[in-house]
T-cell receptor, first 117, second 119 residues
């Protein structure tokens, strides 16, 4: 299993450009997440998905969009890049069963380092 | 709202010293989960441990141990006989139970503690 993969690993964007960060997991996890990590800070949740076709906003969703058409893929779209979006982006996935209370740990991808200039 | 505080921004120790990383959390839920993740210089996030709020037993895994105390809302992490390879940023995180059937998801992270172990 490759786990959670992210592409690209690095990217430099000019202000106003758009791009899509790709995320794929092969663990058949139902939950997927996007976080951003700014220097000296913890991770902040951008968007998450509890299954194909279902997405919801996290703590810092402005400037981003997501879609979840399959269980495996959860791309993150930046429409009009701004310097404030310079960050390291992590995709993660986990598996939860219902109705039993359960907390599966989140598995993280290697991250995408994005610079907007 | 939930919150995780890691008051120690940076810690520097000499190899073989014991070191404790502090984590204090806030939540209004009675059922929640606590995690520790390690982020080495290479940048990936590595899961270390998960604890349930209804299980206060301490846990030991090799040189790592965790002390969970609900009375003080703390979930501290101790590395015994530290090694240079332990140098990393360590994150504490909290997840509350949400959703139907008790499924939970969103993690709230602390800001992390940078541990440097010097030879």
């Amino acid at each position: 299993n490759a786990g959670v993969t992210q592409t690209p690993k690095f990217r430099i964007l000019k202000i106003g450009q758009s791009m899509t960060l790709q995320c794929t997991q092969d663990m058949n996890h139902n939950y997927m997440y996007w976080y951003r990590q700014d220097p000296g800070m913890g991770l902040k949740l951008i968007y998450y998905s509890v299954g194909a076709g279902i997405t919801d906003k996290g703590e810092v969703p402005n400037g981003y969009n997501v879609s979840r058409s399959t269980t495996e893929d959860f791309p993150l779209r930046l429409e009009l890049a701004a310097p404030s979006q310079t960050s390291v982006y992590f995709c993660a996935s986990s598996f939860y069963t219902t109705p039993k209370l359960a907390s599966g740990e989140q598995y993280f991808g290697p991250g995408t380092r994005l610079t907007v200039t | 709202a939930q919150k995780v505080t890691q008051a120690q921004t940076e810690i520097s120790v000499v190899e073989k010293e014991d070191v404790t990383l502090d984590c204090v959390y806030e939540t209004r839920d009675t059922t929640y989960y606590l995690f520790w993740y390690k982020q080495p210089p290479s940048g990936e996030l590595v899961f270390l441990i998960r604890r349930n709020s209804f299980d206060e037993q301490n846990e030991i895994s090799g040189r790592y141990s965790w002390n969970f105390q609900k009375s003080t809302s703390s979930f501290n992490f101790t590395i015994t006989a530290s090694q240079v390879v332990d140098s990393a940023v360590y994150f504490c995180a909290l997840s509350e139970a949400r959703g139907s059937g008790g499924s939970n998801y969103k993690l709230t992270f602390g800001k992390g503690t940078l541990l440097t172990v010097n030879p």
